[in-house]
């Protein structure tokens, strides 16, 4: 059961590295590839989205970059982080609970086994709601009638977590005001617009959302028909192919829609 649970481990330390690493898949959780800095750690939670991340609060390019990596996933995603740290400088080990308060749990290295996987259990969601979880991204914005667009304004924005799978696509609406984004849901007239630029909600978003149009962003989970090369349909809405992500777009549907050109 554990091996459906996701971890990410970031650490600098070769040997703690492998250390937790093996101790982890004794275990039998599923241990991402470790990353070793701030960029590289990012790049995975966007990738992965996993259910837990091991990090060290002081990483080799930069002093703070355990605490940026939990800030980062405290304003965006619903994932619990465990610092590892040598150190107990009070000022550090407080910026680091002021990061994610939730989730937050601290072991010290060299870090006692047994608490440490009684840590990451406790962290971790219950085994009997493990068909229940879902990965969620938070999004300031404003829900709107997706009919009323041209009434709504960007006063009083409120933060909304959003489960990535009910998403069905993402477009520019920057015909009313520039970097402005609509995201549709499945089965609902409803949408939230929000100010953001598409590309940097991109990288927020697991790998099985899809750039396919200079305007749109869908989620390939939810594409019910296409008409390649022209669009895509996904919920009784059709999103055009951009000629520059046709490519990628024909990559997708044959590897996950036994689409033949």
Known sequence: MN?????????????????LKELLQLEGFHVLEPADCYCTAIAQIEKELPDLIITDIKLYD???????????????FNIPVIFLSGYSDDDLINKAKATNPYAFLIIHKPFDIEQLVATIKMALPNKKDL??????????????????????????????????????????ANQHVKNTLLIH???????ILVRDDIEKLMHRLPNYFMRVHKSYIIN???ISAHKFPNYLQSNNHKIPIGDKFKVEVKKLLLERLAFVP
Not at 6 to 15: A, G, M, R, S
Request: without cysteine; aromatic residues 10%; charged residues 25%.
């Open 220 to 222: 390939s989970k939810n």
């Open 62 to 76: 930069d002093a703070n970059g355990g605490i940026k990596i939990s800030k980062y996933v405290s304003d965006y």
């Open 3 to 19: 091996s459906q649970f996701k971890i990410l481990i970031v650490e600098d330390e070769f040997l703690i590295v492998n250390q």
């Open 131 to 172: 068909n229940n979880i879902q990965k969620m991204v938070s999004i300031k914005g404003r829900g709107i009638d997706e009919s009323d667009i041209e009434k709504n304004t960007f006063e009083d924005l409120i933060t909304h977590f959003i489960v990535y799978d009910d998403i069905v696509f993402i477009e520019t």
């Open 185 to 191: 849901f499945n089965n609902k007239s409803n949408a």
